[in-house]
């Protein structure tokens, strides 16, 4: 196995690019930041001195982690994958529910040819080869959220598989270090979602709702080419916005559209790998990153007090900030796998492939869907930088937040100002207020040509940037207005009148003789404070350069 | 059908006189549900066609049973198990829906073994059924000279199985046509035993959409009727293509039509040689061959012909078994429907119980 090995002690410096969660990037280094040489010499490590002596020369070593990551994501279709009820979020309790969801005896799966198109896309996004023939099978286990006892996956002939998915991590400490690395994608497979159970203890009633039950699921087997929590996300995160781009997933964590399973371990490098063990339900990315973290630092310091890892499953608890193992899913399970015996193999073709006369209805061609791709996330970035010579990062910025990229690209439709103008004034002052206010890009109140129309304004100096900010700030409270009136009826124009500030000037510099001297003595830091009086006076209507140029004049005169 | 075309005889009077006909038979244990008004209406709408002149076929008025593993909307269906007990469908399988659908009148549901699963039709939880021709006069006259003073009640023969109560309202003439399903005979096993006609389609010819399953794999509906004609008409109305079932074939179904079988000169019968099982009863044997002769001399021509698989489809026959068994009773856990027991210490005890409850021993040997 090609798993990278790397320093674990140096994790604390990374920092990803493709950013988790606004501000909890900082000062997260000191938290996980972990010395492998740790203090032993607990009384039960104590009883066995010679065993503790070995692992103390191994504790010298470095630990190298190792992560791979099942992740689920619910496909983005109107009917559920072997059933035509509907798939909504938060829909009344069991109010999406079929006769096959419910499990009635002798209803029959039918596939849903949106969920396989879904599939084939995702699959060729990830550079997987299609399989042209995949099998469906049952994989048994008893919950009551499952109430047919097994679910209809695909173990034994996924529909895709071999991919690789490219993402980025920074490793310096300066953004712009951005370092791109590969996980090999091992598999993706058709699977239904189970329902969900609402326990509720005070009863100690279990509660089923199954409109979750039977909606298709594209499970995404990344193999563990993956060495820190950081790495993962980053990982997730491309991921996310790949199926985003492709509209195959929603792909939000938090509405449990997108579910990641980590499995980890840790081991010397050039040695065997570890004892694995997996954490479950990790449903937000940075919860991903720090379940990962501590399962490293747990599974470390296991071993080096001369403890062993079991192979188990483990839930993370995020108030705790912990992982601890799972009650329920103790002891190996046998899931009797067997062939899925209402579902034929599934069948795809491409041009070559595809029998003359075929209904285009009940077949389906890889090429054209290939054809068909959207830009990918990795695409618009490259685009954007080629484009409008924007920095990496910035890129990155663009495409992570929701809507973002499309609000941007329509300012710049309708703006003269400068590509570099509109990406700063995007991310740092319009994201800025929309992160204050938690808002989305398309709660905005500020509308794209809005902005356009202020950055317009800016462009051909008909205001100072500091009445820029004014107006944006106006903008954002009082919809409906445009920047020019905000502009007229708060007079922040700029003064086009030469003659007006002029008089200004010549107000001010007799108000103040004692700085007018100052300048004339000589002190060069004395003019800026004249330019300030002027731009006071002016309500900062007039444009700074242009003051200094009156000033200098009236003062060399 | 004829004679309802004619007017010989109305869907009305063709329904109570089979009503009547299962309550007189009702000894022979053919059928667990009969919804007698259901029937009836069904009759009457009917006879509203027949009179406008809007008949929807062959198949409009003719009373119909259908085997108690086939899911009926409105009716309750137990496939002969405590755990379905109660339980009533809230669609249709499609084949009952095709028969509903050309005008048939549902006379009932049958009597079959628990989950199908069986070859007497006796281990239903509703008891056995009992082989209508037990009750005839030859039958009994037989009896009578070999064993005096026998108890009454044991005094019957079984009909087979697992569609054994469809193949008894056939030949009780209850219904003109029963369907059954066959896995691994279920259907023909019957019908031999009530002489009948017990046909199993190709898999993939009729849909098993509502089919409570025994084994996917193999589960086909099965047609039982009192002559080969009628069971090609039934045939030629269930087959095709169903969105439901994936396992059905997508291409068009050419229509049935038997040839007329006045020269069985150009047949050709094939005898496996693998079928001869050292097992086979003497009397048996010798009615298969007397009907080889039989064919033989009207001028066929008899072959022995090989199937060297035979040996080996007992063994795959209870590998699919019992795993799809395993399977598909799993969703018999009591939480959406059938049974539930009243143990509720935890989820898993609950499931454990209500399943040991009401399984009867075959179906829990095969889980």
């Not at chain 2, 006379?107 to 939880?125: I, P, Y």
Request: proline share 5%.
């Amino acid at each position: 196995m090609a798993a990278p090995v790397q320093r674990w002690s140096c994790v604390g410096k990374r920092w990803v690019l493709a950013y988790i969660d606004g501000g909890s990037r900082h000062g997260r280094g000191a938290a996980i930041g972990f010395t492998s040489r740790r203090k032993r010499g607990q009384s039960s490590v104590a009883q066995q001195p010679l065993v503790t002596a070995q692992k103390s020369r191994k504790g010298e070593h470095e630990w190298a982690a190792v992560v791979g990551l099942e992740i689920h994501a619910q496909i983005s279709s109107n009917s559920k994958l072997f059933s035509g009820s509907q798939v909504h979020f938060a829909a009344p309790p069991n109010s999406l529910v079929s006769f096959f969801d419910a499990s009635l005896p002798g209803t029959l799966p039918v596939l849903n040819r949106r969920c396989v198109e879904a599939a084939v896309m995702t699959g060729l996004a990830l550079n997987c080869r299609i399989n042209k023939k995949s099998l469906f099978d049952r994989k048994h286990y008893f919950y009551a959220d499952l109430p047919a006892g097994y679910q209809i996956t695909q173990q034994r002939l996924p529909i895709a598989v071999n991919g690789s998915l490219a993402y980025s991590v920074c490793v310096g400490k300066k953004p712009s270090q951005v370092s791109t690395k590969t996980v090999r994608i091992k598999q993706i497979q058709l699977e239904q979602d189970s329902g969900k159970s609402l326990h509720d203890e005070p009863r100690s009633q279990t509660l089923i709702d199954l409109n979750r039950a039977g909606v298709g699921l594209l499970e995404v087997v990344l193999e563990p080419d993956m060495s820190c929590g950081e790495e993962a996300a980053s990982a997730v995160r491309e991921l996310q916005l790949i199926l985003q781009a492709l509209g195959t997933s929603q792909a939000n964590m938090a509405e449990g559209q997108l579910r990641v399973d980590a499995n980890i371990s840790v081991h010397h490098p050039g040695e065997p790998l570890g004892v694995r063990t997996e954490v479950k339900n990790l449903n937000s990315a940075r919860f991903l990153a720090k379940a990962i973290d501590f399962e490293i630092e747990r599974q470390i310091h296991e071993l080096e007090n001369g403890r062993k890892i079991l192979n188990e499953t483990r839930s993370f608890d995020y108030k705790l900030g912990c992982t601890m193992p799972m009650r329920d899913k103790e002891g190996k399970q046998d899931y009797r796998f067997m062939p899925e015996p209402n579902l034929p193999p599934l069948l795809l073709h491409d041009t070559a492939s595809l029998p003359p006369g075929a209904d285009p209805q009940q077949v389906i061609n890889i090429d054209w869907i290939r054809e068909r791709l959207p830009e990918l996330p990795s695409e618009t970035r490259e685009k954007l930088i080629q484009q409008y010579g924007m920095l990496p990062e910035h890129s990155f910025a663009l495409l992570n937040e929701v809507g973002l990229l499309e609000f941007f690209q329509n300012v710049i439709k309708e703006t003269r100002a400068e590509p570099k103008k509109v990406t700063s004034w995007v991310l740092n002052i319009f994201l800025g207020f929309l992160k204050q206010q938690n808002l989305t890009v398309n709660e905005s109140p500020v509308t794209p040509s809005a902005l356009a129309e202020l950055l317009n304004l800016l462009d051909r100096k008909a205001i100072s940037s500091s009445a820029a900010k004014q107006v944006f700030e106006e903008l954002w409270r009082s919809k409906g207005k445009t920047p020019s009136q905000i502009v007229s009826e708060k007079k922040l124009e700029l003064m086009q009148d030469q003659e007006a500030l002029e008089r200004v000037c010549h107000t001010v510099m007799e108000g103040h003789p004692q700085v007018v001297m100052d300048v004339k003595r000589g002190n060069p830091r004395a003019i800026n404070k004249l330019i300030g009086l002027v731009r006071k006076a002016t309500l900062s209507r007039a444009d700074p350069t242009v003051i200094k140029k009156i000033l200098e004049r009236k003062l060399s005169s | 059908s004829t004679a309802l075309k004619q007017g010989h005889i109305t869907p009305t009077e063709l329904c109570q006189k089979c009503l009547s006909l299962i309550k007189k038979t009702k000894f022979l244990n053919a059928y667990i549900t009969v919804p007698e008004e259901v029937a009836l209406k069904q009759a009457e709408e009917s006879e509203k066609r027949y009179k406008k002149g809007h008949s929807l076929g062959d198949l409009d008025g003719i009373p119909v049973a259908v085997k108690d593993s086939f899911s009926t909307s409105g009716i309750e269906t137990t496939c002969a198990s405590n755990m379905l007990k109660g339980y009533v469908p809230p669609y249709n399988a499609t084949v009952v829906q095709k028969l509903l659908d050309k005008g048939a009148v549902l006379m009932g549901k049958t009597n079959l073994d628990e989950f199908a699963m069986g070859s007497g039709s006796t281990d239903g939880v509703f008891g056995p059924v009992k082989n209508p021709w037990s009750y005839s006069k030859q039958y009994r006259g037989k009896r009578k000279q070999k064993a005096h003073g026998e108890n009454e009640d044991s005094n019957w023969l079984i009909t087979g199985g697992s569609s054994g109560g469809s193949a008894a309202a056939v030949a009780a003439f209850t219904c003109f046509v029963a369907l059954g399903s066959d896995t691994g005979g279920s259907t023909r096993n019957p019908a031999a035993h009530c002489g009948v006609v017990g046909f199993k389609p190709s898999y993939g010819l009729v849909s098993h959409h509502g089919l409570i399953p025994l084994v996917n794999s193999m589960d086909v509906p099965g047609i039982l009727t009192r002559c080969a004609n009628d069971a090609a008409i039934v045939l030629g109305m269930l087959a095709g293509h169903d969105p439901r079932d994936s396992t059905t074939i997508q291409d068009p179904v050419k229509p049935f039509t038997l040839p007329t079988l006045a020269d069985v000169n150009k047949l050709c019968i094939g005898i496996p040689k693998e079928y001869l099982a050292p097992e086979l009863s003497s009397e048996v044997r010798s009615f298969w061959s007397k009907a080889a002769n039989l064919f033989e001399s009207e001028g066929a021509k008899v072959i022995e012909v090989s199937l060297p698989h035979t040996s080996y489809s007992i063994i795959c026959y209870h590998v699919l078994c019992t795993s799809e068994v395993a399977s598909n009773m799993a969703r018999f856990d009591g939480l959406e429907y059938g049974h539930r027991c009243d143990i509720n210490v935890s989820t898993e005890a609950m499931y454990a119980a209500t399943r040991r409850e009401v399984f009867n021993d075959v179906v829990r040997g095969r889980i």
